[in-house]
């Protein structure tokens, strides 16, 4: 099944820390970037983190210095490390990427591939 699955949300303090990982299924190859969204709640999703695939990153405002992404090329994985958390960090964090697979014709896709998302609680 072609997917991006995450994991790693849950309840974090204030000034804590919490760490994403997204694993991409094997059936997607070739990536180029991955990063990570979220959404918070009333707001539209928008762009946490990216890296590319010679390992550049780009961070939003919000989030520099205080969060790092990372990936494992040979397991196609990213990870984002949260730290020093903040009440407004409070969203679902998505994964995605880039990538191929092969459609059910047999031919080569390309395609941005997305998570279901995971929660993450920023609170006392």
């Known amino acids: 099944q072609v997917q991006l699955v995450e994991s790693g949300g849950g309840l974090g303090q204030p000034g804590g820390s919490l760490r994403l990982s997204c694993a991409a299924s094997?059936?997607?190859?070739?990536?180029?970037?991955m990063a990570w969204y979220r959404q918070a709640p009333g707001k539209q999703r928008a762009m946490v983190a990216y890296?590319?695939?010679?390992?550049?990153?780009n961070y939003a405002d919000s989030v520099q210095g205080r969060f790092t992404i990372s990936r494992d090329n040979a397991k196609n994985t990213v990870y984002l490390q949260m730290n020093n958390l903040k009440p407004e960090d409070t969203a679902v964090y998505y994964c995605?990427?880039?990538?191929?697979?092969?459609?059910?014709?047999?031919?080569?896709?390309?395609?941005?591939?997305w998570g279901k998302g995971t929660l993450v609680i920023v609170s006392s």
């Open positions: 094997e059936s997607i190859f070739s990536i180029n970037y």
């Open positions: 995605n990427s880039d990538g191929y697979s092969i459609g059910s014709k047999g031919d080569t896709e390309y395609k941005d591939y």
């Open positions: 890296i590319g695939s010679g390992g550049s990153t």
